[in-house]
């Protein structure tokens, strides 16, 4: 089935500073691919998604672009804030037989100091 | 407000002990999930069902068992509960099958469960 592999935390930054966190992906095919947050104490949510390549998707001033080449989605943005603080999930569906069924990367912590 | 509810909150329990994890959701959805969280891996799929009437296993589902009567509801159930399920259970849902993959999931508030 797909995998995916994550930019292991946690994740220290700044306030205004400039955020990547690198998602790569093993899959058949080209399956729709996402990034959702968890912030503390909740369930997650769907941040953005990319249904095929070279598809950006972008939310809250974060952005991902689906790249086939390198096999990956890396979440950016140009200054986080404080607000941003969260852990955040790459994920895909586990294989194209069963796309109903999402998995998903071991998360990255992300803290931002004020 | 349209969503999924699960309860219990929080739960501590003694080993060997039955525990019902209880997910409600009121959006129509066809698929529902379990998901256990455990630091550093993650989320793992546990059980999932397209709709209502049909279940299948996730990545992870010795331990666990799950029915499907109607839409709406989508319990987990420990027969026997081990101190290794100890995690945090999300149920979500979500409102398309499709073989794009495409479909967005919607999470619960996730139940806590300690298994002493």
């Known amino acids: 089935g797909n995998s995916v592999t994550q930019m292991e935390g946690p994740v220290t930054l700044s306030e205004e500073a400039f955020l990547t966190i690198n998602c790569t992906y093993t899959a058949t095919g080209y399956p729709s691919l996402f990034w959702y947050v968890q912030y503390p104490g909740e369930g997650l949510q769907l941040l953005l998604k990319a249904t095929k390549a070279d598809d950006k998707g972008s939310n809250k001033g974060f952005e991902a672009t689906y790249r086939k080449e390198t096999t990956s989605f890396h979440l950016e943005k140009g200054s986080v804030q404080v607000s941003d603080s969260a852990v955040y999930f790459c994920a895909l569906p586990w294989g194209y037989s069963s796309a109903s069924k999402i998995i998903f990367g071991s998360g990255t912590r992300l803290s931002i100091r004020p | 407000i349209a969503g999924i509810t699960q309860a219990p909150t929080s739960q501590i329990l003694a080993a060997g002990r039955r525990m019902t994890l209880r997910c409600t959701q009121d959006m129509r959805h066809n698929a529902m999930y379990w998901y256990r969280q455990d630091l550093g891996l993650g989320l793992r799929l546990i059980h999932y069902?397209?709709?209502?009437?049909?279940?299948g296993k996730g990545e992870v589902p010795d331990g666990y068992s799950v029915s499907r009567a109607n839409t709406d509801d989508f319990p987990l159930t420990l027969a026997s509960a081990v101190p290794s399920q100890t995690s945090v259970y999300f149920c979500?849902?979500?409102?398309?099958?499709?073989?794009?993959?495409?479909?967005?999931?919607?999470f619960g508030a996730g139940s806590r469960l300690t298994v002493l």
């Open positions: 069902s397209n709709t209502a009437g049909t279940t």
């Open positions: 979500a849902s979500s409102g398309t099958v499709s073989l794009s993959g495409a479909n967005v999931l919607t």
